[in-house]
């Protein structure tokens, strides 16, 4: 795994800073030889600057800095990817990133699905859905329904129809969603609990 600093007349590779944990890029900076290398000793992420033209180590008048995880080559060796352990926010405004994003972990769709339940929640007098008619009737109701939707998870589980398995655990993973949020909870507060049980 060679880095081509050479391919760019002027030394300098991309390099896309991503975090680490929740995937989420961070920014882009440039690398030639000599920041890499001070990256991989000192493990806080250091590029040239352009502007300045010089070595400048991300987070030295600010102190957020970014500590180097691991980094990745490209195909093509001139580009990088640098996992990042940020140390405070990235961007030179004060933002998370340098796209002014929040950098928090993503479930994708179920986060989406978390927000809609979420926002069924808070309207429950007015909301005629399903989902506000269960937090209407409370933490026994729910409760009771995500114990029924495992039953019928386990009993598919042991039958063949893969369609019906996967209905099933479908309908499980969405009550469960309702159950969290009835009990104050979020999938990140389970994604901090299972990190603490990675040891």
């Given at each position: 795994m060679k880095i081509d600093f050479n391919k760019n007349q002027d030394g300098l590779v991309p390099a896309i800073i991503q975090d680490a944990t929740t995937k989420n890029v961070l920014m882009l900076g440039y690398m030639n030889e000599e920041a890499f290398g001070v990256t991989q000793?000192?493990?806080?992420?250091?590029?040239f600057s352009r502007s300045k033209q010089r070595l400048w180590t991300k987070g030295e008048e600010s102190g957020n800095f970014l500590?180097?995880?691991d980094f990745k080559v490209d195909c093509d060796n001139d580009s990088l990817l640098i996992k990042v352990k940020p140390q405070g926010p990235t961007c030179h405004t004060g933002s998370d990133t340098c796209w002014n994003e929040t950098n928090e972990s993503s479930f994708g769709f179920l986060s989406e699905l978390e927000g809609?339940?979420?926002s069924r929640k808070s309207?429950?007098?007015?909301?005629?859905?399903?989902?506000a008619s269960l937090f209407r009737k409370g933490i026994n109701k729910i409760a009771q329904k995500v114990g029924e939707e495992a039953v019928e998870t386990v009993i598919e589980a042991k039958d063949d129809n893969d369609d019906l398995f996967l209905y099933e655990s479908a309908d499980l993973l969405f009550h469960y969603l309702i159950l969290l949020q009835a009990k104050g909870f979020s999938l990140k507060d389970i994604e901090a609990e299972l990190r603490t049980r990675k040891k």
């Open positions: 000793e000192t493990k806080k992420v250091t590029f500590i180097l995880v809609i339940i979420a309207n429950i007098a007015n909301d005629e859905s399903y989902v």
